[in-house]
């Protein structure tokens, strides 16, 4: 299945400054390790050293937020968009 990644700013040094990528991959998790192989170092940001999804890093496939579905398990159907967004905090 092939996704659109919409890449935050803060890690657009290993896409090469774009802001959107294709992928490949049946679940988030798939897409994941498909933009490694492409994009070098990207995985070590999105997931934490046991390979999950780190804690201030939100995904969203298509609208929905994959902590409130199946986290890396979460189906990514082709055509969908994948938006990785790191949580800002403050007030």
């Known amino acids: 299945m092939s996704v659109t990644v919409r890449i935050p700013t803060i890690l657009r040094a290993y896409t090469g400054g774009k802001a ?3 992928a490949e ?3 988030l998790g798939d897409v994941i390790a498909d ?3 492409s ?4 995985s070590a940001r999105v997931l934490d050293d046991q ?3 780190r804690r201030f890093v939100n995904v969203y496939v298509n609208d929905d937020d ?3 579905e199946q986290g890396l398990e979460t189906v990514t159907p082709d055509g969908a968009g994948v938006s ?3 949580a ?3 007030g």
């Open 51 to 53: 390979g999950k999804l």
């Open 20 to 22: 959107e990528v294709s």
């Open 84 to 86: 990785i967004i790191p």
């Open 35 to 37: 933009l490694e192989k």
């Open 66 to 68: 994959v902590r409130f």
């Open 25 to 27: 991959g049946a679940t």
């Open 88 to 90: 800002v905090a403050g």
């Open 39 to 42: 994009h070098t170092g990207i």
